[in-house]
C-alpha cells in the first residue's frame, strides 16, 4: 500500500525568504503522479504543482518548484521568495497513474505541513 | 465554469443522529471522491464514484455511505454518529483523463 509522509508538522518562514518542504512516500508502482496542495485558513484547497513520476525534469511553478527524487521517494517543494499570502497548511499526495486509464483516481495524502510567513 | 459546491457548509448534530452531505462537481466532471479532514491526520479517503458507481473505498466503517447521481452530483451519509466522526468532510471532482482533483470549500460537521 503505497503512504505519503509529511515530517514537519509545523514550519514558519520570513517573507521574501525561501523554505522547502519535505514529502517522502512509499510505493511499488513505477509510473504515478506526485501534488502538492494548497489550504490557506477558511478557504479551499488548491493544486499548487504536480509532478509526473516518468518526468526526470522539476516541476516549476512560478515561485514554486520541487525537487523530485525518484529513487529516493522524495518529493519536497521549495517556496521562493516567500509572501503572507503563501500562509497555509500544504499537503503533498500520490495518485496511481493507472488511475487515469480506469477513469478512476485514488489520491493518497500525507498529514501536512503548515506554513506561516512572517512579515 | 462553476467550482465544485458543497451544501451545507456546516452542520452540528448529536450522536447517534445521521447526517447526509452534498456534493455538486464541477459542469462535465464524473469523478467524485470524499475525504474526511482531521488535525493530525490530514485528509483520509473516504470513497470515490465515477458514473454512478463506486470505483475506490477507503478504510472507513460501513455507516459511512455514499452514492453518485446520473447528473454526477453526490451525497454521502454518516449513520449512528460518534464523536470522532466531527470533522471537515471534503469533496473533489476530476475530469476523466485528468489528473488534478478540484476540491469544494468542504461541509464542517460538528458531533455533539
Known amino acids: 500500500a503505497q503512504t505519503v509522509t509529511q515530517s514537519q508538522p509545523e514550519m514558519s518562514v520570513q517573507e521574501a525568504e525561501t523554505v522547502t518542504l519535505s514529502c517522502t512516500y512509499d510505493t511499488s508502482e513505477n509510473n504515478y503522479y506526485l501534488f502538492w496542495y494548497k489550504q490557506p485558513p477558511s478557504r479551499q484547497m488548491i493544486l499548487v504543482i504536480r509532478?509526473?513520476?516518468?518526468?526526470?525534469q522539476n516541476a516549476t511553478e512560478n515561485r514554486f518548484s520541487v525537487n523530485f527524487q525518484k529513487a529516493a521517494k522524495s518529493f519536497s517543494l521549495k517556496i521562493s521568495d516567500s509572501q503572507l499570502g503563501d500562509t497555509a497548511m500544504y499537503f503533498c499526495?500520490?495518485?496511481?497513474?493507472?488511475?487515469?486509464?480506469?477513469?478512476?483516481?485514488?489520491?493518497?495524502f500525507g498529514t501536512g505541513t503548515r506554513l506561516k510567513v512572517l512579515a | 465554469k462553476a467550482g465544485v459546491t458543497q451544501t451545507p457548509r456546516y452542520l452540528i448534530k448529536t450522536r447517534g443522529q445521521q447526517v447526509t452531505l452534498s456534493c455538486s462537481p464541477i459542469s462535465g466532471h464524473r469523478s467524485v471522491s470524499w475525504y474526511q479532514q482531521t488535525p493530525g491526520q490530514g485528509l483520509q479517503f473516504l470513497f470515490e464514484y465515477f458514473s454512478e458507481t463506486q470505483r475506490n473505498k477507503g478504510n472507513f466503517p460501513g455507516r459511512f455511505s455514499g452514492r453518485q447521481f446520473s447528473n454526477s452530483r453526490s451525497e454521502m451519509n454518516v449513520s449512528t454518529l460518534e464523536l470522532g466522526d466531527s470533522a471537515l468532510y471534503l469533496c473533489?471532482?476530476?475530469?476523466?483523463?485528468?489528473?488534478?482533483?478540484?476540491f469544494g470549500p468542504g461541509t464542517r460537521l460538528t458531533v455533539l
Open positions: 473533489a471532482s476530476s475530469s476523466r483523463g485528468g489528473n488534478e482533483q478540484f
Open positions: 499526495a500520490f495518485m496511481k497513474h493507472s488511475g487515469l486509464a480506469s477513469g478512476t483516481y485514488k489520491y493518497i
Open positions: 509532478q509526473e513520476a516518468y518526468k526526470q
